[in-house]
């Protein structure tokens, strides 16, 4: 990966200092060990870990960004791996630090609807624990069996319930973060709101590990809704359910999820033995709150999607649970249709998205490169998956040929480059295009400030 | 071994498409999303902190293999002390989005390192456990003699846990009535005619009740055990003869199981492994709780609470839902569900050199089972839970769901329909 910037390979010294940090069993240089600490899901993007270290405390990732700092080696903050733009991938190779040894759940506070974790806590695993206590923390990602709270902030990650109740950035309350220099930082406060100056807590979220590791993390919760209600709005065309987004999103209702669905995706799904049909799209729908708000929801919400001359009906039971297993499923079913896929992840102004579907057809059939869409077209985040559909240079060249104008439409839309997968590593090129080159300036001057060795997974977000 | 780096890679992969065919190919698409991991019952263990114990580590490893990316020491002690975190439940194939078969990946895998560095003991005798389980039915005084020595030096030097227990076998069959020809057929598995006749006994009971005239066969094996040690050959040849067996005699009929294995077996494992007779035969494989759901209605009278305990195979198979199901309509109040696996796994954590993990997933589900209030009923369909339930909770009654099922008929709890 080419780099203006150089840095140190690890030595043999380098791990002895390590496993001096960390204990001797908690370094690894085995190649199947550094092959699956280099990966990640759906994107080809391979990284090169020299080493992986497992820390279990802050005081030890503070050893390890002290030593790396020092020795000029690139360190690349690891959850599960289950990034899709490359973001946990050291492309610069260097040590990960894994965060699978630190997993606990320190405080959940019914009262103050906070809960501490540290970053190697899954998702769901949060989520299973919250319950028991009525409450939850909502971005919900797809990966959410997988995905960790550390990665989630990395990334500033959301999911199918971002249309009513925000992203991962809306709940964090503050941050212990180790600095590359080894200063162990706090962040934000615990206090329902605050006006105490520059906002450092929404600087680190979705700052892809490149500024910091975080050891603690502070999260705001919700009261558990006490029902849920899943529809299926199925429509002839893209642009008919499409068309129903706006005034789905806009109703009293407030649902908790808008799924989109093209004709492929769905074609898929039943192939793969979900139980969906075939429609020219569709849109998953859900509310949530008392039971007779969600079922008074869910009904205002059939109401609009008949109303744009749509199919629509009620879904329960296992059938409701499988109809979500397979939405879940649908960033790896892909792999079925093509070896290589290359996974875009536009996010434009709700109004716009009908033109933004339109645009994206009308680009992969003129030059002739398939594509599927689904996404979370609620908050305007429509993960465009575009297979590559051959495993040569010219085949991988035209791909992402197309990614790039898709990428240029949805930024002439006023949309984002990326709604949930972040930057990455792919996503680089097209930073100056969504920022301009004076907001890149400042961002690159913040990268210097916090890391002024610029060891924190390099390669990632900022472009050379 | 002196293998050139790559070159032993290389061989294993060729290895693996061999056994496996196809049901290799699939690997090759893994997206890493991890999904697996999730489901997997060891890939949470504190040990498991390295990702070459998780199930995603071996979907990895094999996705490498068979790309082309070489480990450079694939057969090693080391790689193959990973790979054997697997119990080969299959929850993970239920949990990935294009359905990857680790458990067969890592049962060739284990075959293929058995004929380059050769078996442990303990292998070689879980290898012939059917004959071991015909002789505990046969002649259970001398086997439970025989199993009772089975401790600690001893246990050690055939490669198992020095604290190995074994179950022990029952001195009685199954005492039941076929009829040749009848409306289904009921399997029965060598394991629970040897140890638990009451278990089919329960089956057939609830069967018979529902107007069902059960043809019966067996006792027979399904090969997990050859699964798990990863006798890929063996299980194809044995798998294809019982698949040949039953289908014949089946004709068609619904084919009731009493064993959540035999279901894995049949319905999933097979399937992959041998084509289209065994999918053919996978299509009438079924459970009681099924059947019963359909057929038979509760009559609203408590039977008082139970505690299920959702094995991995049922939770692989996707039979819980099912059997708590049937418990409620039985008028079971279930109280609670222990989610945690056991850490047996079959025959898995009876080994030497799997009982630290299976001891680390004790610990975790004694920490989950640890309000269960003393008396407790806990239902399990899984025989290896039961046995591992009833060592592991004293205190509590653990029993087979049929069997509560049984006596909800006998109480007058259940009322079946006759067709």
Redesign the interface.
């Known amino acids: 990966m080419a780099s203006a910037r150089r840095y140190s390979r690890v030595e043999e010294a380098d791990l002895e200092a390590l496993r001096g940090i960390v204990g001797p069993d908690n370094v690894?240089t085995?190649?199947?060990?550094l092959?699956?600490?280099s990966?990640?899901?759906?994107s080809e993007i391979e990284g090169a870990a020299e080493a992986v270290v497992?820390p279990t405390s802050a005081d030890q990732v503070s050893g390890i960004l002290r030593y790396c700092s020092r020795r000029g080696i690139p360190v690349t903050p690891r959850g599960?791996?289950?990034s899709t733009s490359g973001n946990a991938s050291p492309v610069m190779g260097g040590v990960v630090i894994?965060t699978?040894?630190m997993n606990r759940i320190l405080e959940v506070s019914r009262e103050d609807l906070l809960a501490v974790v540290e970053p190697g806590v899954?998702y769901?695993d949060l989520n299973a624990r919250l319950r028991e206590q009525g409450l939850f923390f909502p971005p919900e990602p797809a990966?959410g069996?997988?995905s960790t709270i550390g990665g989630m902030v990395g990334n500033n990650s959301s999911g199918f319930r971002a249309v009513k109740y925000g992203v991962t950035r809306d709940y964090v309350t503050e941050l212990e973060v180790v600095l590359p220099s080894g200063e162990i930082v706090r962040l934000g406060t615990r206090a329902p709101k605050s006006s105490i100056g520059y906002d450092l807590v929404r600087l680190f979220v979705g700052s892809e590990g490149t500024l910091g590791f975080f050891s603690k993390i502070t999260l705001k919760l919700r009261p558990l809704p006490e029902a849920r209600r899943t529809g299926i709005c199925y429509a002839a065309t893209p642009e008919r359910a499409s068309s129903a987004i706006f005034e789905i999103v806009a109703s009293p209702a407030r649902p908790s999820a808008v799924e989109y669905m093209d004709s492929r995706v769905l074609r898929l799904l039943v192939d793969?033995g979900y139980p969906y049909r075939d429609a020219g799209a569709a849109l998953l729908l859900e509310t949530d709150g008392t039971e007779k708000a969600a079922e008074e929801g869910m009904s205002r919400l059939e109401a609009v999607c008949r109303s744009k001359g749509n199919e629509f009906g009620p879904v329960e039971g296992?059938e409701e649970e499988a109809m979500w297993k397979g939405r879940r499923?649908?960033?790896?079913?892909v792999?079925?249709l093509s070896?290589a896929v290359i996974v875009g992840d536009v996010d434009v102004p709700v109004s716009r998205l009908p033109w933004m579907v339109e645009e994206i057809y009308r680009l992969g059939d003129g030059m002739g490169v398939g594509l599927v869409v689904f996404g979370h077209a609620g908050d305007g985040n429509l993960h465009v998956n575009i297979l590559v559909g051959g495993t040569d240079d010219a085949a991988h060249r035209r791909a992402m040929d197309l990614y790039s104008k898709i990428i240029e439409k949805a930024v002439e839309a006023g949309g984002a480059i990326a709604g949930e997968h972040g930057i990455g590593f792919e996503k680089r090129p097209f930073m100056e295009a969504q920022h301009g080159r004076a907001a890149l300036e400042i961002m690159r001057g913040i990268k210097g400030a916090v890391d002024p060795t610029w060891i924190m997974n390099p390669g990632k977000l900022l472009p050379d | 071994m002196d293998h050139e780096p790559g070159e032993a890679a290389a061989g294993l992969a060729r290895g693996i498409r061999e056994l496996l065919g196809e049901a290799a190919d699939v690997a090759a698409?893994c997206?890493?999303?991890?999904?697996c991991?999730?489901?997997c019952p060891t890939s949470a263990v504190p040990s498991a902190?390295?990702?070459?114990r998780t199930s995603?580590?071996r979907a990895?490893?094999f996705r490498?293999l068979l790309t082309g990316?070489?480990?450079?020491e694939p057969l090693s002690d080391?790689?193959a002390s990973?790979v054997d975190y697997c119990m080969s439940c299959g929850r993970c194939m239920n949990?990935?989005?294009?359905e990857i078969p680790i458990p067969l990946l890592v049962g060739a895998y284990r075959e293929l390192r058995g004929r380059e560095r050769g078996r442990g003991p303990a292998e070689a005798v879980l290898r012939r456990y059917e004959a071991l389980d015909r002789l505990a039915g046969e002649v259970p005084g001398i086997y439970n003699a025989a199993a009772g020595l089975m401790r600690g030096a001893a246990a050690r030097a055939l490669g198992f846990r020095e604290d190995l227990e074994l179950p022990r076998a029952s001195r009685r069959r199954p005492n039941l009535r076929s009829w040749e020809g009848g409306d289904v057929l009921l399997l029965i598995d060598t394991y629970t005619w040897a140890h638990e006749p009451e278990a089919p006994e329960a089956v057939w009971r609830l069967l018979t009740a529902m107007g069902l005239r059960p043809e019966v066969v067996g006792p027979l094996d399904h090969g997990m055990v050859l699964l798990d040690l990863g006798y890929m050959s063996r299980l194809k040849e044995e798998g294809a003869r019982l698949v040949g067996e039953i289908g014949n005699a089946a004709r068609g009929r619904p084919i009731v199981i009493v064993s959540p294995a035999s279901y894995y077996m049949f319905r999933r494992i097979y399937p992959l492994l041998l084509g289209d007779a065994a999918r053919r035969l996978a299509a009438g494989i079924t459970d009681v709780y099924g059947l019963l759901m359909e057929r038979c209605r509760g009559t609203g009278r408590d039977g008082g609470g139970v505690v299920y305990h959702e094995s991995c195979l049922a939770k692989s198979n996707g039979q819980g839902?099912r059997i708590v199901g049937a418990l409620r309509m039985a008028g079971y109040g279930v109280q609670g569900t222990l989610r945690r696996c056991c850490g047996l796994g079959g025959a898995w954590g009876l080994r030497r050199n799997t009982a630290g993990i299976s001891d680390e997933m004790v610990n975790e589900f004694l920490e989950e089972a640890s309000g269960l209030p003393e008396g407790s009923t806990v239902a399990s369909e899984s025989e290896a839970c039961r046995f591992q339930l009833r060592r592991l909770l004293p205190r509590a009654a653990v029993v087979y769901p049929a069997e509560l099922l049984r006596r909800a008929l006998e109480e007058g709890r259940l009322h079946c329909a006759h067709p």
Do not use: H, Q
């Open positions: 690894s085995r190649d199947w060990e092959e699956i600490a990966s990640n899901a759906v497992w599960s791996g289950s894994s699978r040894r899954i769901e990966s069996s997988v793969s296992a499923s649908l960033g790896a079913l792999a079925k070896p | 698409l997206m890493r999303c991890g999904f991991n999730a489901a902190y390295l990702e070459s995603r580590g990895i490893l490498g990316r070489t480990v450079d080391e790689v990973d949990a990935c989005p294009l839902d």
